[in-house]
């Protein structure tokens, strides 16, 4: 897949919008964080540094895997 950076009108800047394209590329609009990081799957309460390999961890955005 490809990433890319756009700054959109106001009126079209909206995410989760998969109706746009330019030229033959489909582009599918996304808010921040638009990288899946491991971070964002830590919960401190549950989880340590011992354990996490046992974080859900997926392997990638639906849609954007290929």
Do not use: C, K
């Not at 109706?19 to 638009?34: K, N």
């Amino acid at each position: 897949g490809v990433l890319g950076l756009a700054m959109l009108d106001i009126a079209w800047a909206h995410p989760g919008v998969d109706a746009y394209r330019a030229g033959e590329h489909a582009i599918r609009t996304v808010s921040r964080p638009f990288v899946l990081n491991r971070s964002l799957f830590v919960r401190p309460q549950t989880h340590s540094w011992r354990t996490r390999d046992s974080i859900p961890y997926p392997s990638g955005v639906a849609g954007l895997d290929g």
